[in-house]
């Protein structure tokens, strides 16, 4: 089944704003996790200077307020024993840790947890002190012992690798947790960033993606029409040349018909009546040629003619009359509609299409006609209609192909003389069949008035 242009053009946009949003989503996810790598290492940072600056003080909060980037960056330090009781405190820290803010926070090897706090623009840096201090001491041998015990004995203050621990921070070896209240002004500004313009790069895509689909088909219809003119222009050309030689086509068959009539006559006169239903067989045939040759100079010639301004229930009641040997109008047909056409090609319409009504094989009695005003828009509707055998399905799509006929005896041509005349004039015409049986020829015309 073959999708229409304007559903898979729908389809083609979605599917791309799909796949924009795709790439989006990456590229905000890869600029949130480099934040947080960021975020990370500063803690890793903060926290190697923190306990290299209180090495030269008696307590933190003396180590961060001497040091200008410490102090800029942490707002609160704390230390809590077992019991979650604080051993030290300083700044913004709860005055009891809370071990509930830890669950489904992941930690790292090292014991260590980053618990963004949202509210506050900060991060909260949680450490387990036994596990820190479990992973970052030397393994345990007889020869570290015995070099620990003779540092201890020389210089109390000195311990692992001969670094000066103050009392106060050798005090901390039975705290369970730390605590450090760090500001991440750059991290949130990510997440803040990503947060906002996520919905509006998301707009912006999808007016982007609609709006290339909207220049795509303006494009094609242009291309379209471009196309459809030039094979308009070429199709006037080719009819210009048809034009052309079927005129002189018709104008040298013309007299070898002429000919013809002028002999039958001489041997209808010669042989009376031995030779009668042979001559008039020739003569009918003669005839049918003639017919297709004025047609096809009547589908070859300038279609729009002399217009004027036409009552068209004159020129049908004529028609009618003429043809069917009665008015076909109904009486409740309006009698004063005008439209602005050629009379001579008007007139080629209506004759073409009750030709049509009465060889349709209804009763010619059946055969009737009627024009309508429509209210609101200027027009009107001018219909001829018969109780014949009506139009298959297959053919109403091609009855006005030119020389498309189902009859043994047509021309195939007259439906679409009449199509040309019609919109020449500005006008529609419709085939259909009734309710019933029979078919229904209508003509729109827009009212001269």
Known sequence: MKIPQRTSSWIAAFLGWVLLS??????????????RLIRDNDNERILNALFTSQQDFDDFGSAIEANPVLAERIAGFAIYGRDLAPIYIWGQSPEVFDEGMLEGTAYDRFGRYTIPDRKGRRVQFVIRTERMFMLSA?????????????????????????????????????SAWFYINISHPAYWRTNTLTAIFFPFIELILLALVFYIRHLYLRNREYRERIEAQAASIAAQKNLVVLGTAASTLAHEIKNPLLSIRLQTGILQKINGENAGDEIERINEEVDRISSLVYRVN???????????????????????????????????????????ADPDRIRSVFENLIRNALEAGGPPEEIGASIIRNAGNNSITISVVDRGKGISEADLKRVFDPFFTSKSTGTGIGLSISKRFVEAAGGSIELKNREGGGAAAELLFNEDK
């Open 22 to 35: 795709v790439l989006t989503v990456f590229v905000i996810w890869s600029l949130r996790d480099r934040a």
């Open 138 to 174: 030397p393994p345990p041998n007889k020869a570290n012992n015995q070099n620990r015990e003779r540092n201890a004995q020389r210089n109390p203050l000195r311990q692992n690798n001969d670094r000066v621990v103050s009392p106060f921070f050798n005090a901390l070896a039975g």
């Open 298 to 340: 009547d589908f070859l010639r300038d279609a729009a003619g002399n217009r004027i301004d036409l009552k068209v229930y004159d020129v049908l009641a004529e028609v009618s009359q003429r043809l069917c040997g009665r008015n076909i109008i109904s009486d409740d047909s309006i009698r004063d509609g005008v439209i602005l």
